[in-house]
């Protein structure tokens, strides 16, 4: 578990209801059921007529991957590849064989066994392309469903507000509980507005920054392997791979990031 979106999640929320209580807020004046039900209830449905269910069965994939650990092992990756060159320039691509067929990334492996395998190199980079294109796509259209999940929740919350109002009005009887009448029908909107801008809209953003790291991941593993099909010697793939290392990883001498070799 992602502990950071925890932490932003519990911290908003906690500033949202702290506020309201400092202002003189009471928690029954927080609690609607029934603006809780037209918003979430009237974005839900939104959610389920805009996405086929095909997509929607994504959504339990798209909250795993936006609150699981995502550990950076762009270091330890780059370092495998530069003792792959090694190996290559020692007894050629046939002797990444064993490593390939045992290797743990299903995309470090395809590439692997297709340089093994003799594939042209243009070839070899079409395929892992349209790898990179798959998983942009996929988690583009998990970001997607949040992101329509927050568009539709603020025009629920208006559109609960406007039926309270419309109660309100419709029922001017006793003129002392107009006040509280009309502060609850507005409670719609917050629900609405801060479920979008709370939880909704930064979800799709956290899908969007790991989809960002993750293919930048697969970019430089595209590099380190074509240069081992190209027997490039294990610092110039050093060298190439140096700019996909975070900068905490420091330097050496030379201006490359250690753990390379």
Do not use: C, W
């Amino acid at each position: 578990m992602d502990i950071t979106s925890i932490i932003g999640l519990l911290a908003g929320l906690a500033a949202l209801i702290g506020g309201f209580f400092l202002e003189g807020g009471t928690l029954s004046g927080l609690l609607q059921p029934n603006a809780a039900l037209i918003v979430f209830g009237g974005t839900l449905a939104a959610v389920l007529v805009s996405f086929p269910a095909s997509r929607l069965r994504s959504v339990p994939a798209a909250l795993r991957f936006a609150f699981g650990r995502q550990a950076d092992t762009n270091t330890e990756r780059a370092a495998e590849l530069v003792t792959m060159a090694a190996t290559v320039r020692r007894g050629g691509v046939l002797a990444l064989e064993r490593q390939a067929e045992d290797h743990s990334d299903p995309y470090t492996r395809e590439g692997l066994l297709l340089i093994v395998d003799g594939a042209d190199p243009d070839q070899v980079r079409q395929i892992l392309e349209l790898d990179m294109d798959a998983k942009e796509l996929k988690y583009g259209s998990y970001a997607k469903i949040f992101e329509a999940a927050g568009g539709y929740a603020p025009t629920m919350g208006i559109i609960g507000t406007v039926m309270g109002l419309i109660h309100v009005l419709g029922s001017l009887s006793d003129p002392s509980t107009l006040g509280s009448s009309i502060a609850v029908a507005f409670t719609a909107t917050l629900y609405g507005v801060a479920s979008a801008n709370l939880i909704f809209l930064p979800i799709a953003s956290k899908i969007k920054s790991r989809s960002q790291t993750e293919l930048a991941t697969m970019e430089m593993l595209l590099v380190g392997i074509l240069a081992l099909q190209n027997g490039d010697p294990p610092h110039l793939v050093r060298k190439k791979l140096s700019s996909f290392v975070p900068d905490d990883a420091g330097a050496d001498s030379d201006g490359l990031p250690r753990g390379l070799l």
